[in-house]
């Protein structure tokens, strides 16, 4: 068994069986309305949710669904390409930028998620682009969208400030997006569609059991796309316990990343999740689906108010979960 620097990835190494499946979890739907005037309400909200479950839905955000609509049209018409065209923009070693077509591996699984995927890290887009004759308004819909991502997570962090005793707009200083060490990721995703009737061989996922690396991730769905599942709570260190999401166009799921639990010192939690193989009486199509993984920037310190870990900077900590699960592409 691989061993990791990282106490995380030794932890994912663990989770990879089939678990089993149990009827859904309640997963705390949070209204982001007004929400200046709402501030001190949201706040509460989104802390109950955080350290109790790991997992929480936003709904009445800022993006609109009209936006979050024409960037899964334009995430579509992309992973429409021929893979040969899609290999221009092939991703930059270690550096989370451009398009791979089932290349991660996780510690969990040991076997390739079932999917392709484009990332935007702004910093490394050089030549990551493709034309306006290739995909029409492909970056212009992808760049508005981010941008709308990036103030929508960093509402939610700002709520984590107030409760850890950080200023206010201490994780949107440590997610400058006018920094060169930007490193804060747009990830546009397809899974394959599956072919027959046959249940998926063992071990095969569409994406291995996992904790995401970064401080938040904010989880775009289209609804009858299911495939989702969560496990909270205890049941992560357990027998794992799987339930599934329901994807819905106007909810936005999120969950707390493996950074942030670690900045906190473990008050917030970091929740496992999958996405299974559908089985033979699902939709067995293809699954699109966009996440926008808030990173802090390369140049951060990592360290809660309880000096409960020892520092690291954020680009040593994703330096270290990117080589763990791009080992074939990683520095």
Known sequence: MTSYALNELNFETTIGGEGTETQARAIPVIDVSDFENR????????????TQVGFFQLKNHDLGLALVRDAFAVTEAFFALDNAQKQ????????????????????????ADQKESYQITLPHMDNLWPLQTLVPEFQRVVLEFEYKAWQL??????????????ARDFFTQAHARDSEHFQSTL??????????????PKGIWRAGAHTDFDCLTMVFQR?????????????????????SVEPKDELITCNIGDMLMRWSDDKLKSTLHRVRMPKPDEYRGPRYSMAYFCQANKDMLIQGPEHKYPPITA????????????????K
């Open 39 to 50: 501030r001190s309400e949201i706040t509460d909200a989104l802390w109950q949710a955080a």
């Open 88 to 111: 221009a923009f092939a991703l930059k070693k270690g550096l989370n930028a451009g398009w791979e077509f089932m290349q991660q591996v996780r510690p969990s699984t040991g076997t």
């Open 153 to 166: 997570g960093m509402q939610v962090l700002s709520c984590f400030a107030d409760k850890l005793g950080f």
């Open 187 to 200: 990830r546009l995703l397809h899974y394959l569609p599956v072919a027959g009737n046959d249940e998926a």
């Open 223 to 243: 609804d009858g796309q299911g495939g989702l599942q969560v496990c909270p709570g205890k049941d992560a260190s357990e027998q794992q316990a799987w339930s």
């Open 315 to 330: 680009a040593e900590y994703l330096l270290e979960r990117i080589k763990a699960n791009f080992a074939s592409t990683a």
